[in-house]
């Protein structure tokens, strides 16, 4: 049994804390705990909405444009829709984008990587009820997916990450569901930056150093220093500590640091729940020459991948990259429990069609017929929804069947990090010979090609399974006319 497999094993028994619409985890590991000196980044998405793969090229806009930022009156806390400037030129960046959340406009998107190496995720982490009770109705401003979208666009490092995001809640505010985190990371360093209900413009961030491994679930911040705009470890806004004073939620003469969890989180849970707790501590045992693939399989661990996930997401950021279109972005078309990590680098410049939008969970799709224009889109196989019926076989019997499904997506993936060296070496001459052009060419081939492959195998995949589910045992009849009649639990592979 290798150390991966030992962790996955031991990781698989843990509960972590419930999950909701908006429970998105972030898994960080600094650079000097890494075999290859690489800061990696990796979590999911997990909304009920259609989830995309999208390749956003570098842009020029013209002055005096702007963005549309903010939530919608049908959001669970109201909002309006505002205008903010848009800069002269934007990023490229790759992101699994998704369709709904409500009263957020889409397409949504909870961050990815861009051609600048800034690598982005966004988890949820609930405010205090008395924030979310003092928040604006309407409330306007960038909500999360703004914040993701505008990092990747504009960022150019982690720390600028954190700092940007922090000038546009100053000079913006804030549209929130309840409170929310973002986890930004380079080859450098991580930040986490929470972003806090109520209107106050509160937020604040915490650096991530190269001896650290943090997962986000919720996002979390403890105890900062009183100087904190001074230190180059944290920053936040002028009233952090100011405003929990005025409301009488912190003495700072009682002698107690500054606890953020404690003073602005939900106060009815803990900062670190114990799964979190043990994925941290088993981060720390694998550290020191910890192998992206490892790090691959707790992105995959049974205890947080399952249903709920709109895609698994993993990036090794590192410090020689060659040429800036060989950064990548390893996608998983679904819960990377049961669907395999394809990587993407960012010189691909299109999207095979399996892997972009379909109208499987998209709202408003049961109410229209398919346009001519999207008819030939909608001829093709949705990756999503092949790698989720891989799951529901799987997880019908996931003692039976998880260990062989997931030694078949180890082994795809295994060949695609065997030929990383080979792949970038051919694009890297390329580019030398001054042939771009060609070079982006074959990286796009090169996805197209393995995510054709990561099709069949999923074909293969449902075939087998399928054939023996319905040998072995009974598809039930489903009685309730909608899935919301029914009594439904979440599909977990545990």
């Known amino acids: 049994m290798t150390r991966s497999t ?17 429970a998105s985890y972030g898994l960080y590991v600094g650079r000097n705990l890494t075999e290859n000196g690489e800061v990696f980044i990796g979590g999911t998405g997990e909304e009920v909405s259609s989830h995309y793969l ?32 848009q800069v ?15 009263g957020f ?11 600048k190496g800034v690598a982005a995720r966004d988890i949820w982490s609930p405010s205090r009820q008395e924030l979310i009770d003092m928040t604006d109705n309407p409330q306007t401003g960038p909500q999360y997916s703004d914040l993701s979208r505008i990092v990747m666009e504009r960022a150019e490092s982690a720390r600028g990450a954190a700092e940007l ?57 403890g105890e900062i220093p009183d100087d904190y705009q001074d230190d180059p470890d944290f920053m936040g806004s002028d009233n952090l500590i100011s405003f929990a004073v005025e409301q009488g939620w912190y003495d700072p003469d009682a002698g107690e640091p500054f606890d ?8 009815d849970a803990p900062m670190r729940s114990e799964g979190v707790i043990e994925i941290e501590r088993k981060l720390g045992e694998l550290a020191g ?67 972009r939008k379909h109208r499987y969970l998209t709202k408003g799709s049961a109410t229209t017929f398919v346009t001519d224009e999207a008819s030939l889109q909608e001829a093709t196989e949705f990756a999503g929804r092949l790698y989720k019926r891989v799951m529901y076989y799987t997880c019908s019997n996931p003692q039976k069947y998880l260990p062989e499904v997931t030694e078949a997506l180890t082994a795809f993936e295994d060949r695609s990090l065997e030929e990383v060296a080979d792949v970038e070496a051919t694009a890297l001459a390329l580019y030398e010979a001054g042939e771009d052009r060609l070079a982006q060419r074959y990286l796009t081939e090169y996805s197209h090609a393995r995510a054709g492959e990561a099709m069949d195998l999923g074909h293969d995949l449902v ?24 009594d439904y639990s979440m599909v977990v592979c545990r």
């Open 463 to 486: 075939g087998s399974l399928e054939a023996r589910v319905k040998l072995l045992s009974e598809i039930p009849v489903m009685e309730a006319e909608s899935m919301g009649e029914l």
């Open 6 to 22: 030992a962790f996955v094993t031991v990781v698989a028994a843990l509960v972590l804390v419930p999950v909701t619409a908006s």
């Open 289 to 355: 020459d910890m192998t992206f693939r490892e790090f691959m399989d707790v992105v995959r661990d049974p205890s947080i991948s399952q249903d709920s996930n709109g895609y698994g997401q993993a990036a090794r950021l590192a410090q020689d990259v060659a040429h800036p279109d060989l950064r990548t972005l390893w996608v998983a078309p679904t819960g990377s429990i049961t669907a395999p990590f394809v990587p993407w680098r960012m010189g691909v410049t299109s999207v095979p069609p399996e892997f």
């Open 260 to 267: 953020v969890h404690e003073v602005y989180g939900a106060q």
């Open 165 to 221: 995001v922090g000038e546009l809640i100053d000079e913006h505010g804030f549209s929130t569901y309840g409170g929310n985190s973002h986890m930004f990371a380079d080859a450098e360093e991580g930040w986490v930056l929470i972003n806090f209900s109520g209107s106050q413009g509160l937020w604040v961030a915490e650096r991530l150093g190269p001896d650290e491994v943090r997962m986000s679930y919720p996002g979390y911040i």
């Open 88 to 102: 002269a030129e934007t990023n490229k960046f790759i992101s699994m984008t998704y369709t709904e959340y409500e």
């Open 105 to 115: 406009p889409p397409p949504l998107t909870n961050g990815g990587l861009n051609d």
């Open 54 to 85: 999208r390749i956003v090229p570098a842009r020029t806009h013209p002055e005096g444009a702007t963005i549309t930022v903010g939530v919608t009156g049908d959001a669970f806390m109201p909002g309006e829709l505002t205008e903010i400037p």
